[in-house]
């Protein structure tokens, strides 16, 4: 029978489920959640790391390195001769408790009725909590794990803490950037897209969205009068609504924004790259125009260059900021997005006397950027990772979406689509019966998901017919599968709804000619 000390001990030091730290690291966690928690009292006694060793059947090099690391550390003291102790003020002191004050008999706040600017009704791009437990998850806003450049990312960040590059990045940034990650931006990724600026004509963001909210602070109040696509991106429009401008929905057909007849503006918001949702690609001529529109009408051009290192076909199209010779482009780009979302790194390109007033405003909302991310990423690009990496996502994108074109074709060959040039997504039109948004919640229960198209709608029909397929997070190994799944969902959906599914491609311009 176990000793009942052997007992205590191995469940105070059950090592937790820690794969991203070795042994060391994870003997170490075990032991300092035990103080914090309180279940290791100041002047509790350790066992030998002899005894703790043989128990959790670690070599004792491994039980004694961390020992002395949380020793360093403060969390135990070493005794000559008496073993190893929880230190006297391993655990932080806490608050005393005090008695609540008598109850006023008054109401607390309405926080509904304070709160003065809110989104919390407003319908955005959003994914179940556990979305990664579904076997088809065609959405937005994750990564995938085997295109991640892991050892080239964790080079750059090991680097970074090197004790030689500390006084790059430790300081206090106040209202400025890491000159690197600028440099970097200013001579690597904007000459691509034909744009050259000059350092003081760039300033960092925490992401796109972030940008999209420092311009609209900036720039927007109620008189302001926005151009939006229409479908558009939610993620701006939502940014921008908090200063409740008057929006102005400008239709979008496979060309991509339709500029012949705009209406008067003061800001119009453009992605012409891959324009989202529906991918088209904004041409040259169009380009040209709505320059020339934004001068003789007296507006500014906002461009997200969104998905523009993602081309697969043709020559890449020149940025309307790399055409503008009236200052009349502002351009929103993005540092990290091919290689994670979370990383949140984005910037702003405009005029300077713009950029000083963006970084007053940044400041008061959270000074600047992670310098040492900011760093980290100045030497992912100045190394040449960027490009490898964006050179093996545009190689596995280009696939999945001939995968994807494919099994639609063959599962669903009424429901249109315009096969993209690039990015690493499908829009689909589906019949007129479908609304995208109950065949979402159908697919669901078929383990698939899918962007209902009406979120990209300031003003959408019903029902909604289209919705995205996206392909950044979903192996190549799956795609088939997951659209005869959502087949199954479709037929479902038409048995629900008493429909017949209509044999025939739809006609509404925006989805014109499958690919």
Known sequence: MAHPRTIQWDQLFKLPEQSALPLQGRLRLAVVQAILEGRLGAGA????????????????????????????????????????????????????????LGVSGRQPPDWGQRVLRSLANRPTLSKPEQWSTYPF??????????????????????????????????????????????????TRLLPKRGVFALAEEIILTVGTQHAYYLLGEAL??????????EPGHPHARNSFSLREPQWVEVAV??????????????????????????????????????????????????EDDYEAENLYEGQPMPALK?????????YVGSVSKSLSPVLRLGYIVA???????????????????????????????????????????????????????QALRAHLPEFGF??????????????????????????????????AGDVFFGKPPYPCPFFRLRLSSIPAAQIAAGIRALALAVEQLAQARGEKRQRGRPCDALAAGQG
């Open 45 to 100: 006694a350790l066992p030998s790391s002899r005894e703790l060793a043989g128990l959790l059947q670690l070599s004792r090099n491994t039980v004694t390195s961390a020992y002395l690391q949380l020793v360093d550390e403060g969390f135990l003291q070493s005794r000559a001769r008496s073993g190893v102790f929880v230190a006297p003020n391993a655990r932080p002191r806490t608050a005393t408790q005090a008695e609540p």
């Open 137 to 186: 998850p065609f959405i937005y806003g994750t990564y995938d794990p085997q295109l991640f450049p892991s050892e080239d990312f964790r080079e750059c960040c090991v680097r970074s803490l090197a004790r030689s590059q500390l006084a790059h990045w430790t300081p206090d940034l106040e209202t400025d950037d890491v000159p690197e990650l600028i440099e970097q931006i200013r």
């Open 220 to 229: 927007f109040e109620r008189r302001t009068r926005v151009g939006l696509e």
């Open 253 to 302: 057909d496979p060309m991509g924004l339709v500029v012949d007849a705009l209406p008067a503006l003061d800001y119009m918001f453009v992605t012409p790259s891959h324009q989202s949702p529906t991918t088209a690609t904004l041409s040259l001529e169009r380009r040209q125009r709505l320059l020339r529109k934004a001068e003789l009408q007296d507006f500014v051009i906002i």
């Open 322 to 330: 790399s055409l503008d010779r009236g200052g009349r482009v502002v």
């Open 351 to 405: 005029p300077r006397a713009l950029v000083q007033e963006l970084r007053v405003i940044r400041h008061a909302m959270v000074r600047h950027p992670s310098a040492f991310l900011q760093h980290a990423y100045a030497l992912f690009l100045s190394l040449g990772h960027h490009e490898s990496h964006t050179r093996r996502v545009n190689q596995a994108m280009q696939e999945r979406l001939a995968l994807a074109a």
């Open 418 to 451: 315009e096969m993209p040039l690039g990015g690493a997504s499908i829009w689909v039109n589906a019949p007129a019966w479908v609304d995208a948004a109950e065949l979402a919640l159908m697919a669901r229960g078929h383990g698939v998901l899918i962007e």
